[in-house]
C-alpha cells in the first residue's frame, strides 16, 4: 500500500458554519466510524451507539428548522454530510438518510402541536426512525399497498405486513403508509407510530449479500392501535406525502452512493501508488491510469449533479426529475466505480483483507432502493413525455 492518504474532497460550502460542520463529520468519520467498519460490517453489528452520538452532534436533524429542535442546514450540505458518512460506512450514511426521511412526513405535514410534541425527540433526542412503504407485494407498486387502517373511536387499527424496512426492529418510531379509503394512491393515509406499539413485531433480519450491519425487516402490524393525533396529514393525503418524500431520500441515496464510489476510488488510488509490478509501481501504466481518471470523472459528475438537485430544493422550485436522475447516476457510478476498484486491486480485491468487495456488495443495493434504477428511468420519461398511455 502506497503511505500516501487520500486527499479529502474539496467542497463548495455557503457559510463558515457548514465548512465547520464538516470538519466535525470528518472528524467523527475518522476516529469513530472508519476504523471498525470492516469488523462490523462482517459481523452484522448495527452502531446504535454511534448514532446517539450523531444525535447528540445535530446531525440526525440536520436539514429540519431549528424551531422543531432541527439544524437549519440546506439539502446541499446535508448531502454532503451524508457523502462523508457514507465514505466513511455505507451502513452509517444510508442510516441518517432514512431517519431523516422517517421525519419527513411529520416536519413537513404535522400540526403545530405535533411536532412539538413528537420532533424535537426525533431530530435531536437520541432517537432512530423508519420508514415503511414497501410491501411483500408492493414494491415498485408502492400505490398497491395492502396494509390497513380502520378507525376506532379517536383511534386507528392498523393491520398488515410492511417489507425491506431500514432499522425494521430496531426503530423508536415508524412512519408507516396504510390504506384507509379504496383501492388506489387517494386511499392511503400517513401514521407515525411508537416502535414499541402492542402488536407490532420484527421477522428475524433478512440475509443480505451486503449492508450486513444495517437491519432490514418484515415487520408485522396486527392490530396495532395509534391515536388519531398521530395520523400525518389528511385521510387520504399519504401517498402524495409518501412522493414527497422519496424525491428528497433519493437525493439522500445519491450522495451516499457519491461517497461510497469516492472510498473505493481512494481506496484504489492508494493500491495503485503502492503496488509494484515489472519494477514499477501499477499506478504507472497508462491503462490503470485512464481507469482512475474514468472513475474520478464519473464521481465528480454524480456530486454535480446531485447537488444541482438540492440546489433547486433549498430554492423551493421542483426537482423531482433532478433527483430521479442524481440517484440513477449516481448509483450506478457507485457500481461502476466499485467494480473497477476490484479490477485494479486484483486478486487482493476479491479477497476480504480489502474494503473493495464490501464497497462492490454495497452499491448493489443502491441501485434498488427507495426506487429502483428503473423506475427512476420511468419518472424521468413522464416528465419529458408526459404518463404512458393505457
Known sequence: MSDRAPRPVERQLPTEESKDLIALVRDISRREIAPGAAEEEDAGRFPRGLFGTLSSSGLLGLPYDSADGGGDQPYEVYLQVLEELAAARLTVGLGVSVHTLACHALAGYGGKEQRAAHLPAMLGGGLLGAYCLSEPAAGSDAAALSTKAVRDGDDWIITGTKAWITHGGIADFYTVLARTGGPGARGITAFLVPGDAPGLTAAAPEKKMGMKGSPTAQLHFDGVRVADDRRLGDEGQGFAIALSALDSGRLGIAACAVGLAQAALDEAVQYAGGRSQFGRPVADFQGLRFLLADMATRIEAGRSLYLAAARLRDAGRPFSAQAAMAKLFCT???????????????????????????????????????????????????????????
Open 332 to 390: 450506478d457510478t457507485a457500481m461502476a466505480v466499485t467494480v473497477d476498484a476490484v479490477q485494479i486491486l486484483g486478486g487482493y480485491g476479491y479477497t476480504a483483507d480489502f474494503p473493495a468487495e464490501r464497497y462492490m456488495r454495497e452499491a448493489k443495493m443502491l441501485q434498488i432502493v427507495e426506487g429502483t434504477n428503473q423506475i427512476q428511468r420511468l419518472v424521468i420519461a413522464r416528465h419529458l413525455a408526459g404518463p404512458e398511455t393505457r
